[in-house]
């Protein structure tokens, strides 16, 4: 079945230097896939989510490139901010019925420090 | 602005109690989606619906029960709480059609079983 894997629970930076979380996925069929932001005591909203064309999409500074090869969608951004902290969760969509299912990976933690 | 609300905020219940918890939206979308979330675990689905009068089982529904008695409302039910369904809980409501799957979250609620 679909599956979503996100394999550091937190990342630490610094401020300024380059974001890079990781998300790896497996799935049937052409997939779909999202980037949410959590931030403390706020509800998940979407930072980014795929193209079917292979644009790569931005937001907020934030992009990701969908790699069909290797099964990737890792987020990125060039400087770390301090309002960056935050929880993310990679998400793929379900390639089955037109439910609007996503299976969420178990989120990573970004901690950025001045 | 998609718009999704959650009563009670938070909530403290005695083992083998009832709990209900609310969720209504006013995006007009015919799914909706109740996960909970934990460290460690990430959002997992629980329970979700096409449309009034529908529910379905996600990937974790047992001790849980769902109604969806209008367009707009969508309760998650907890006929015996245990102290294991303590958890943060999220209430979502989307569209699915063609590669569009966004997910619109609503505030939580903080539910404790003692």
């Known amino acids: 079945g679909d599956s979503v894997t996100q394999t550091e629970g937190l990342v630490t930076l610094t401020e300024g230097l380059p974001v890079m979380l990781n998300c790896t996925y497996q799935?049937?069929?052409?997939?779909?896939l999202f980037w949410y932001v959590q931030h403390l005591n706020e509800a998940p909203k979407l930072l980014l989510k795929?193209?079917?064309?292979?644009k790569r999409p931005e937001h907020q500074g934030f992009h990701a490139t969908l790699h069909k090869s290797s099964s990737s969608f890792h987020l990125q951004k060039s400087s770390a901010q301090l309002s960056d902290s935050a929880l993310y969760y990679c998400?793929?969509?379900?390639?089955?019925?037109?439910?609007?299912?996503?299976?969420f990976g178990h989120g990573t933690i970004l901690r950025v420090h001045p | 602005e998609a718009a999704v609300t959650q009563s009670p905020r938070n909530k403290v219940a005695v083992t083998g109690g009832k709990v209900t918890l609310s969720c209504n939206q006013t995006?007009?979308?015919?799914?909706m989606y109740w996960y909970r979330q934990d460290t460690g675990h990430g959002l997992r689905l629980i329970h979700y619906s096409y449309g009034a009068g529908s529910t379905e089982k996600g990937d974790i529904p047992d001790g849980y029960k769902a109604s969806r008695p209008s367009q707009e409302n969508f309760s998650l039910i907890l006929e015996l709480a245990t102290p294991s369904q303590t958890s943060v809980y999220f209430c979502a409501s989307g569209e699915d059609w063609g590669n569009y799957a966004e997910q619109f979250f609503g505030p939580g609620t903080r539910l404790t079983v003692l």
């Open positions: 995006n007009n979308h015919n799914n």
């Open positions: 795929s193209f079917t064309d292979n």
């Open positions: 799935s049937t069929y052409s997939p779909f």
């Open positions: 998400a793929l969509r379900d390639t089955g019925a037109n439910t609007g299912k996503l299976t």
